[in-house]
């Protein structure tokens, strides 16, 4: 018989080669195949919730978003992040530029929509593009938001007749989630139907921490309003996802125990500060001592600025000598600082507004990262859940109420709902270089003017006709702004050129020049 071509040690473990197998398996090997799976030292305490995001949301959802303002409100590292980040993604407006070839018409539409910006928000406390701002900041700081789109009666707009009102996170409740008779289905608020489309959000009348106005009969009533007239506006990370959760979840704990940290340093700096100096011994006490007999014996003084403690008879002064922060602890928050600010996609100097570290090359760098980030989440999220959603209402409306013929639109109205939205320019961080980068890629041919412009927030062919008046104005009125600087006139050999014969020359400097 041939003998076997390995030999297998007793107790060791044994190599079963499947017949059907692409690989092998270990028999007895408790190990496995990935690490991260492994349940050995290092990981045994690793053992974080399956739940699906939504029942996680639906469980945590309130607790999150009341830390989250509480950190908005009075930590100054998460607030200065919150406003950052709807500075830089809204900035003063993403503004839409339709894309139909009829200039008469898309220019009338354009202005309409101007000025209905003036009247968009139901509360009147600012303009379209002040509520794109709320919006991004409320989206980032709670996870979402909503607008919910008021129908109003001609008479009162004198533009497109409707309005958005804006709704927090708290207007839907999170633990509202049942079965209605009709076959739907309210999961945290938000009614679905037999094939998962969302048909309605079931909205407080009140808000749930807010006082409700007098004479209110029932505080804890809820309005159902169709989903045609909501717009949702949240960054789903995970399929299936029907609420937001806040950016700061990610970094709560560690923003809140920084801020715990740097208040105890503070109140033991504060506290040391309290003590100058202590008496010790016995002997009287010439800070203290009166003839009042009716004063309490006390030994300890009261805790003040350049409070000096007696501590008995025979006195002896030393002073205090408080404990510095010690040198590590501006590597301490500097490191902390760094994973907030990467947890929270905000640019270390950005958060905390020191500038003093990094050189002009690995800044821009993380600019340049950051802003590609926030563009993504601009037309990801803002442009195509609210912006897109807001102008294809306002064309409806418009041409519902009359206030502007589109023709064709009755038979596709598709064509006048396409529309660019310009998010606001971008400084240029070095203008020489960049301005001169872009002027050669458009003469070379790797973009074009209208996609140079529209990086810049403006429309291109709105750009050229401002051009094509202001030149026209300027030769009625005989301007020449574009005339270049005139050089300045050749030296003649021989001409004085102002220069002290008596000066030592300077070769170098001359070629120089």
Known sequence: MEKPRYRVKAGSERITIGANAAGFT?????????????????LQHFNPPRSHINKAIERAGPTLISRARWLYENDGYCGNAVDQWAGDAVGDGIK???KIKNKKIKAALVDLFWRWTEEADADGMTDYYGLQAKAAREAYLAGECFFRIRARR????????FQLQFHDSEMLDHSYSERLANGNVVRAGIEFDAINRRVAYHFWRWHPNDDVPMGATNTRERVRVPAQEVIHVLESRQGSQVRGVPRVARVLVKIFGLEMYDDAELERKKTAALFTAFLTGRGENPITEDDDDDDDDEIVGSMQPGAMVDLGDDKDVKFAQPADVGGSYEPFQYRNLLKISAGL?????YLSGDVAKGNFSNVRTDIIRYRRRVSQWQNHVLIFQLCRAVWVQFVERAYMAGLIDLPGYDEDPTPYWAAEHLPPRQEWIDPAKDVKAEIEAINNGLKSRTQAVAERGYDREALDDEIEEERKDEKRRGFNFRQAAAPAPPVSEGEDQGEDEDAPENDGEKDAA
């Open 345 to 349: 996609g905000i640019p270390y100097a």
């Open 154 to 161: 001609p008479g009162d707009m004198h533009t497109v007749p």
């Open 26 to 42: 270990v028999s007895g090997s408790s190990n496995p195949a990935f690490e991260g799976a492994g349940r050995g030292r290092r």
């Open 96 to 98: 839409p530029r339709p």
